[in-house]
């Protein structure tokens, strides 16, 4: 997140025409080049780049936009001179000073235009600033080991993407296997290729097979510049009524086609980050919408459609999700419950999703929604959008919160207890968040929507800290505990009274300044963590590299790495055996020194001798990759 920070700007505010006219001198080809090199260079090696002063994941995903939108299709090429002449240097810096509220709205005191600007430029953020080993382990594990391990057959997941996508699950984790290969190990080089064609796999047996499902992925993501300019027309993506500091946060359109066709065959993606999550995240969300459908014609009495399978599904996934990360701090073991049913009257009654209780902490109750925001509150936020949206994502969980409280207070609930005056923090886990601290009426809009639900919930408002954060946020407050040693139940406790004292917004040399979100209270108050992603993510980055081995050569990686080993030492003995002059009796001794000398460079190196010749757990060979450019 730290990368997804403005840099160097003008010293004035830059309309959106000046970027315009200048792209619209600048081949569409040459600024793909460009745009794609970069992203795919900042998104990994975020600290080797000569612009660094002028480059961030935000300015360059919306970059990406607008040379698809804007760029000719016959201009000049564009100017890469690091000087202010450069166009590369000029557009990032013009995008950095572009104005994200309304300075009118500023200097007329009108809360309700900054909250919206605010909200809406939260979740461009927190999209486009998630660690690419975050964001890929955390799909891969949601979206491939747990809801293959959760669903049960429930739903029908393939059949629900065909009719959705037009392709399998298969299909598009081939499809993110391609980019994973192509963006981080082909185009993130410098001399590296820019755009690619979809039979790659060069040395794999499941070559056909793999070309063919990417191929079917590509027919149906892609879109042409024309055609994305076509798109982009729709109020989805732009509306022309809203004033122009709104296309900083418009819902981009690369997030629904990031995959850009430039010829016959010829594929790019200027934004990695929107490929990668279209393909492995967004189109399983999209079920949730297909079977609110279904829902809607076969039960039309239900008023809530989106309370469906495909949802409990998902929701069962993100809050196992969550309990593995939970799962990994000490003592979880003995203090660390899941949801469970207990007995009231004859009646069955469920507790929230998580119960931390380590003594002599607060207790924290976790409550998890595998959600994303509903798109009217990307694209406009109006203050009804943000009261549904609330209302939403807390009503049901506020009521079940205040019923478990006033059982768990009066005694009735077996292994848990609250006493004297008592308090317990209330963590809120979205997949992305709702930036709750933007809004100055938070605690009246939850106390009117609890209250409708709950009438105890007034008597228990002051006893509960709530802790908003998204998915990155939890990630966050783990490894702090494991690196810092700061508990979560402290790190959550002093987030929650900031949260009751910070003002809302400030105004400093005329602009807008917010109350911070946990993950920048965090980052300002104990500083990130060394390892960014997290040993849970780590972990499944790896297993996630071992799936790739497993979907390119047809093998596990385990069994690769042993025969390669083996052999790898075997013709190392052979060679010393024929350089001694073939003595007899003398096999042991040559087979223990190649052994030793495989040790020995395993060790050097930090990785296996062999390393070079396919992917392991963290690499990939570049002759596994054919037909770039």
């Not at 010829?266 to 980050?273: A, E, I, W």
């Not at 009257?345 to 607060?362: K, S, Y």
Request: hydrophobic share 40%; aromatic share 12%; glycine share 6%.
């Amino acid at each position: 997140m730290t990368r997804a920070i403005i840099t160097t700007s003008f010293d004035r505010v830059v309309q959106l025409q000046e970027i315009v006219d200048r792209l619209a001198q600048i081949d569409i080809r040459s600024a793909l080049a460009v745009v794609t090199k970069v992203s795919s260079r900042q998104l990994w090696f975020p600290e080797s780049e000569e612009l660094a002063a002028y480059v961030n994941l935000v300015n360059l995903s919306h970059l990406a936009k607008a040379v698809v939108l804007y760029c000719a299709d016959n201009g000049r090429p564009m100017n890469l001179t690091s000087d202010e002449t450069g166009d590369l240097r000029w557009l990032l810096t013009a995008i950095n000073s572009m104005q994200w509220y309304s300075r009118a709205e500023v200097e007329a005191d009108n809360d309700e235009a900054n909250i919206s600007f605010l909200v809406r430029q939260t979740y461009v953020r927190n999209f486009v600033g998630d660690h690419p080993v975050s964001s890929i382990a955390r799909g891969y594990a949601m979206f491939y080991e747990l809801l293959s391990a959760l669903n049960r057959g429930r739903v029908d997941i393939d059949g629900a993407m065909q009719a959705v996508a037009g392709v399998d699950c298969h299909d598009l984790w081939v499809f993110c296997a391609a980019i994973h290969f192509f963006y981080y190990l082909e185009c993130s080089r410098l001399d590296g290729p820019w755009f690619f064609q979809p039979d790659f796999f060069a040395d794999s047996p499941r070559r056909n097979e793999l070309a063919a499902s990417l191929g079917r992925v590509l027919n149906r993501i892609a879109r042409t510049p024309q055609e994305i300019r076509a798109l982009y027309a729709g109020r989805k993506y732009h509306d022309p009524s809203l004033p122009e500091e709104y296309w900083l946060s418009e819902f981009n359109i690369l997030r629904d086609f990031p995959l850009v066709r430039i010829g016959p065959n010829n594929y790019c993606c200027p934004y990695t980050t929107f490929a990668w999550m279209r393909g492995a995240v967004g189109y399983y969300f999209d079920l949730v919408n297909h079977y609110a459908d279904i829902e809607r014609r076969t039960n039309p009495r239900n008023r809530n459609p989106l309370d469906n399978v495909m949802s409990q599904v998902l929701g069962d996934v993100f809050q196992e999700y969550v309990g593995v990360h939970l799962r990994s701090l000490p003592l979880a073991a003995t203090d660390l419950r899941p949801e469970f049913i207990y007995n009231i009257g004859g009646d069955e009654l469920r507790t929230p999703d998580w119960l931390l209780l380590r003594v002599p902490t607060l207790p924290v109750y976790f409550e998890c929604k595998a959600r994303r925001p509903a798109l009217p509150l990307q694209t406009r936020c109006r203050p009804a959008d943000r009261e549904a949206e609330i209302e939403s994502v807390l009503s049901r969980a506020l009521g079940q919160l205040t019923v478990f409280v006033r059982n768990v207070v009066a005694g009735r609930v077996p292994g848990v207890t609250l006493n004297g005056d008592w308090r317990v923090v209330y963590a809120l886990v979205l997949y992305e968040s709702f930036p709750f601290h933007a809004l100055p009426d938070i605690r009246d809009t939850i106390d009117r929507i609890a209250g409708r639900i709950e009438p105890d919930w007034r008597r228990f408002r002051n006893h509960v800290l709530f802790v908003p954060l998204s998915i990155q946020e939890l990630e966050l407050a783990v490894q702090l505990e494991k690196e810092r040693g700061i508990l979560i139940e402290h790190q959550f406790q002093d987030y929650a009274l900031y949260r009751r004292t910070a003002s809302r917004m400030v105004i400093s040399g005329g602009r807008p300044i917010f109350a911070r979100h946990f993950l920048d209270y965090a980052f300002e108050r104990w500083g990130a963590p060394a390892n960014a992603p997290g040993e849970v993510c780590v972990e499944y980055w790896n297993r996630f590299c071992r799936f790739l081995y497993t979907l390119l050569y047809g093998e596990d990686l385990a069994d690769y790495e042993a025969r390669q080993r083996n052999q790898w030492i075997e013709e190392n003995a052979y060679f010393r055996w024929t350089n001694a002059g073939m003595p007899v009796g003398a096999a042991l001794d040559h087979w223990l020194a190649a052994v030793g000398e495989y040790e020995a460079l395993e060790r050097s190196f930090g990785m296996a001798p062999y390393m070079a010749t396919r992917l392991n757990a963290h690499y990939a060979i570049t002759r596994s990759l054919e037909g770039f450019a």
